[in-house]
Nanobody
């Protein structure tokens, strides 16, 4: 049974930093990609993603230059380093793993971790 466990959220002042972690376990096949999403109560937004084999990354425009996604491929773990945080970054952050097998993509989600940016 695949499980994703996020950690690292919390309360931080504007301009501060947080580092989120997402540890995956129970995979029969290694994830093709892992991604971070966030939901601020309105809608879910894709924040950053990484291809586990190549390390290729992508980001939503609003976090470019401030957030960095990285991975530990051997441990099926991804990180999200968040710097220069803004109040509008406040949201629940979710980790998603995408497993590609026989041409079919399966998604697995974590439970989320709250990030609050406020003075």
């Amino acid at each position: 049974q695949v499980q994703l466990a996020e950690s690292g959220g919390g309360l931080v002042q504007p301009g501060g930093s947080l580092r989120l972690s997402c540890v995956g376990s129970g995979f029969s096949f290694s994830p093709y990609a892992m991604k971070w999403y966030r939901r601020d109560g309105k809608e879910r937004e894709a924040v950053a993603g990484i291809i586990m084999a190549s390390g290729s990354t992508n980001y939503v425009d609003s976090v470019k230059g401030r957030f960095t996604i990285s991975r530990d491929r051997a441990k099926n773990t991804v990180f999200l380093q968040m710097n220069s945080l803004r109040p509008e970054d406040t949201a629940v952050y979710y980790c998603k793993a995408e497993v590609l097998r026989l041409g079919l993509l399966s998604d697995y989600w974590g439970q989320g971790t709250q990030v609050t940016v406020s003075s």
